[in-house]
């Protein structure tokens, strides 16, 4: 096709504007979540990031891109960014204590064995002296977490020899249970002792969706299922 019939000018339309909006970037300290950043700021927006390495949001607050993309101080961009992502020190405590969760962040879910359920395995590595809380919340969750309808595992592991690692398999009838495993008041607990007494989050390395080779057949979900939840878990 004729580019130059459809486009008389042979140019791109002008990419949309966002002054005045409000983003928040996660895992910005790199890759596609960095160049995201610095795309929403140059185009006006306010951007509020949420870095995965602890210095990951200075160098992604300090470097805007030339035409070709790679970081440049000199940029005229340079001032027009670092006005736009100025609210990034006070911000993101707020950020991530009221809204999100880096536990929680970067972490999409998806059906995993063809019968729709999703199985997961994560690897937690947990700070010297934190070891007695991390359990003390995982032996409550696994209760609760047991007692939900749409649960069809959920063990957590020690590893023999290794005092500060762990390993939790789940498996969840669909992502519609997972989903609503997140919402419970013991889950978001344990997400909030993660920030805390893990070494790292377990959006770096640690969690891994698997996929079962063949998938063992579910009863379906009893009706007093719904009424069996332990005390302490509602």
């Known amino acids: 096709m004729n580019t130059a019939i459809d486009n008389p000018a042979g140019a791109r339309a002008a990419p949309q504007t966002l002054d005045g909006k409000l983003a928040l970037v996660t895992g910005a300290s790199s890759g596609i979540g960095r160049a995201t950043a610095i795309e929403f700021a ?17 160098s992604a607050a300090t470097a805007s891109p030339d035409a070709a993309g790679s970081p440049n101080p000199n940029s005229s961009n340079e001032s027009k960014y670092m006005q736009n992502i100025r609210l990034f020190a006070a911000g993101i405590a707020f950020i991530l204590s009221a809204t999100i969760s880096p536990a929680q962040a ?26 007695a809380e991390f359990e003390e919340y995982f032996r409550r969750s696994v ?4 007692s939900e309808p749409g649960n069809v595992a959920f063990n957590i592991h020690k590893v023999v020899g290794q005092p500060n ?33 893990l070494v790292r989050p377990v959006t770096e390395g640690g969690l891994r969706f698997i996929s079962d080779l063949d998938p063992a057949p579910r009863d379906p979900v009893a009706a007093s299922s719904q009424e069996n939840v332990p005390a302490g878990c509602g």
């Open 42 to 58: 140059n185009r006006g927006a306010t951007v509020m990031v949420s870095p995965r390495r602890a210095d990951g949001g200075y």
């Open 106 to 131: 970067q972490i999409a879910i998806e059906p995993t064995n063809d019968n729709g359920e999703v199985v997961l395995v994560v690897d937690f590595e947990v700070k010297e002296g934190s070891e």
């Open 143 to 146: 209760t609760c977490s047991r």
């Open 165 to 197: 690692n762990y390993v939790l398999y789940e498996i969840w009838r669909d992502t519609e249970a997972i989903e609503r495993h997140f919402e419970k008041p013991y889950t978001k607990a344990l997400f909030e002792m993660f920030d805390r007494t």
